[in-house]
Structure formats: structure tokens, C-alpha cells
């Protein structure tokens, strides 16, 4: 008897602490109160907008590489692991489309603080800038969104790493002043601060040194041995990251004739670079009216499922106290064994949000977009003709396809150009 008080105590005493931890106060009023006469006031205040305070001549160029979707790889092949990918909830198109648009949303972001130069999405890492954003999507299903950021420079070095992650509230849809607004946008402009927090920690002179060595790797990618000197490259490990530092050994001549041959071809790529923010803005504004029904649609499917893990887990806690209590007094009764199986059963249950679109009528337009714009990271461009000093190329494929295409084309003028001189 004595110790089945105890197990009634100690179930008791947990069941009111998670009570308790799911309680929180609220308020209804933010600011002071203001009435009478010539005083207007929102009946919904929102905070003021971060002002940004840039005091510097020298601008950063910042690449987005399309961020990486976060699918589990397996160690043995290298591949993606598809069931880890099912288990983990997972609809690879979805990801891959939200690898896209979360790219671009960083974009938008970071251009708000008018601190850089020019803030580009691109296909991948391989193109020329000062800094580098690289993200991973570490979840999202409507109701959370969680990222890894890390920023590199033109170094090579990466600067520094972090984890964000914001909550929609299940009510957002529900107010008709949140139409039309990004329920995933605070997550974005973190990003953006903490850029701009790694960029204002910069001296003039680092940012100059930044700029320097971003010019003189690229004329070292067209002209290897001419700038061969300039640089030196060895493996270095930083936070048990390991990456390829090149350090600066000196600058050629401003008057370099090679030099500014170089200039000319590197104004050619960022001219492809430009075109190609049309086309990914292109891709944002296709899948925007999808996107927002999926999240509309799905974010109190991905509260219920949230609630039923919550559920799920409190029920394992108590049924392992009854299998104590069982243990403790020795009880191996038919109803003690059937309670565990019973809780053994709802451990077992799930819901999974990737079926939710299979089941939601309202989702089905959406999801055959989302289908469509998700089959790749990278995005499928029409066939374009670019000209360089009166020389025409067809460029075919996708954008990352494309790019390559225009800077093997710019390679071979710049050595036809050398081999004339």
C-alpha cells in the first residue's frame, strides 16, 4: 500500500508540472494608454522597423547559393537516405522549392539594410563575391522553420556559424492584415541582422583586403600562372570545419593591362549574374499564391501533429510509471499489461504531414505547382543568346548549366585575346 501511494504521488506531481508548463500570461495592450483630441493610435501596433546605420564607403558583394534542403544522407552510398527522408516528414519537392525561395527571401532581407553591394541568389557557390551566405534548412512544416547560416568570405574562411528558428502563431492566417505577408519573414530578417552584425565587426582595412582578394581570385581563374604569385592556398581547420584559406601576398598594378582585361570579363559574369535574379524572381512570384495556400492550409495540421507528439510523449512517461509501479508491487495482473500495451499502441501512432496534401482537396492545384517547381534545386532556364565583343553564344540548360556555359565562353575570348597580343 505504501508504495502504491508513492507511484499515485509521483504521477500526480507530474501530471501538474506539465500542466503548469503549458501555462503563460498575456497581455492585450502594448505601449502606453492615449486618448482625446488630435491622438491617433493603431488598434494593432507593430514594432517599429529596424533602422540600419551603414557608415562606410565600402560595399560588400554578398552570393546566396540556393540553400541546401537538408535531406539525410546515407554514409554507406553518399546518396539520399529515402526512408530516413520518410521518417523524418519530408516532401523533397517542397524542400527543394523552399531551398529556392528561402534563398530568395534572404536576398530581400539583407537588401533592406542597404549596408552591401550587390546581393545575389545564385545556383551554387562557384561565382565571385565578397561574402558568401550558405544555408541549410534544418526544418520547416508550416508551423516552424529552422536554418543554418553560415557565412564565408572571399578568403575562403568562414566567418561564423548559427541556428534560427521562429514559430507561426496558428492564429496568423486568421487576421486579415497578415494577407499577403510572409509568415516565415522574422526568421529572414534575423539572418539579415546577424550579416550585418558580422559586417559592421569589420574594419575598413579587412573589408578592403576582402575586396582586393576577390578580385584577384577570379583573375587567377582566368590566368592561373599571370596571378599565380599574388596568392597562396593551403587547408586550414577552424571550430572542426576544415576549408581552403587564401591568403593575399600582394596586389598587381592598378594599371595591370591583364588586370583590367579581367575587369572587363568579370563586369560580363555579374551582367549574366543580373539576368539571372529576374529569373529567380521570377520563380518566387510563380510559387508565392501555392506556397501560401500549402502554409494556410497546413499549419494547423502541423499544430495537431505537434500536439500529438506532445500527447504521445506524456503518455510514454506515464505508462513507464505504471510499469514501475508494477514492478514495485510485484503486480503482473492482466490489467496492468493490458494499460502498457494500450500505451505501447498510442506510442505507435503517428501523424505525418507529408499526407496531408494528399488528403486536403483544397491542396491539390497547389501541390502539382509545388510538384513541378521542385523537381530540381537548380531552375530550368529557356535557351538565351549572349554577346560578348561581337561574339554570340546559345547558352542551354539549367542556370547553374548556363552559368558555366558563359564563363567557359568568356575564358576562351580572354585567351584568344592573350594569344593575339
Given at each position: ?117 550587390s546581393v545575389s541568389v545564385v545556383p551554387n557557390a562557384n561565382t565571385s563575391a565578397d561574402l558568401y551566405v ?288
Open positions: 500500500m505504501k508504495y502504491l501511494v508513492q507511484i499515485h504521488l509521483m504521477s500526480a506531481l507530474l501530471i501538474s508540472l506539465l500542466l503548469v508548463s503549458g501555462c503563460k500570461s498575456t497581455t492585450t495592450r502594448t505601449g502606453p494608454i492615449a486618448v482625446g483630441p488630435g491622438v491617433t493610435q493603431s488598434q494593432s501596433p507593430s514594432p517599429e522597423a529596424k533602422r540600419y546605420t551603414y557608415n562606410s564607403d565600402i560595399y560588400l558583394d554578398v552570393a546566396i547559393p540556393v540553400f541546401n534542403p537538408g535531406f539525410p544522407i546515407d554514409d554507406d552510398t553518399g546518396h539520399v537516405d529515402y526512408q530516413e527522408l520518410d521518417e523524418l516528414d519530408i516532401w523533397p519537392q517542397l524542400r527543394r522549392a523552399e531551398a529556392k525561395r528561402f534563398a530568395v527571401e534572404t536576398k530581400q532581407a539583407l537588401a533592406k539594410t542597404k549596408a552591401f553591394g550558405l544555408g541549410t534548412v534544418l526544418h520547416s512544416d508550416s508551423e516552424f522553420i529552422r536554418l543554418e547560416v553560415t557565412v564565408v568570405d572571399s578568403s575562403g574562411e568562414p566567418i561564423d556559424t548559427e541556428d534560427f528558428e521562429h514559430q507561426v502563431s496558428e492564429s496568423f492566417f486568421r487576421d486579415a492584415m497578415n494577407q499577403g505577408k510572409d509568415p516565415y519573414e522574422p526568421v529572414f530578417v534575423e539572418v539579415a541582422d546577424y550579416v550585418y552584425e558580422l559586417l559592421t565587426d569589420m574594419s575598413e582595412q579587412q573589408k578592403q583586403q576582402l575586396k582586393n582578394t576577390t578580385l584577384v581570385r577570379y583573375a587567377h581563374y582566368y590566368a592561373p600562372d599571370a596571378f599565380d604569385g599574388y596568392l597562396s592556398q593551403q587547408l586550414e581547420s577552424k571550430r572542426g570545419t576544415q576549408f581552403y584559406k587564401y591568403e593575399l601576398n600582394a596586389m598587381p598594378a592598378a594599371n595591370d593591362p591583364m588586370l583590367q582585361r579581367i575587369e572587363v570579363l568579370r563586369n560580363q559574369d555579374m551582367l549574366f549574374v543580373d539576368r539571372l535574379q529576374d529569373q529567380f524572381a521570377v520563380f518566387q512570384q510563380t510559387t508565392n499564391g501555392p506556397y501560401r495556400k500549402w502554409q494556410r492550409e497546413t499549419l494547423p495540421e502541423a499544430v495537431r501533429a505537434r500536439e500529438a507528439r506532445s500527447e504521445r510523449n506524456t503518455k510514454a512517461v506515464i505508462g513507464a510509471l505504471g510499469f514501475i509501479a508494477a514492478l514495485a508491487l510485484g503486480n503482473n495482473s492482466t490489467s496492468t499489461s493490458t494499460a502498457v500495451a494500450k500505451t505501447a499502441g498510442a506510442l505507435g501512432s503517428a501523424w505525418l504531414l507529408k499526407d496531408a496534401y494528399q488528403a486536403n482537396e483544397n491542396l491539390r492545384v497547389a501541390s502539382a505547382v509545388i510538384d513541378e517547381m521542385g523537381q530540381g534545386l537548380d531552375l530550368t532556364l529557356s535557351p538565351q543568346v549572349m554577346e560578348f565583343n561581337e561574339q554570340e553564344v546559345e547558352l542551354t540548360g539549367t542556370a547553374a548549366e548556363q552559368y558555366e556555359q558563359w564563363k567557359a565562353h568568356l575564358r576562351k575570348m580572354y585567351q584568344l585575346e592573350s594569344s593575339a597580343n
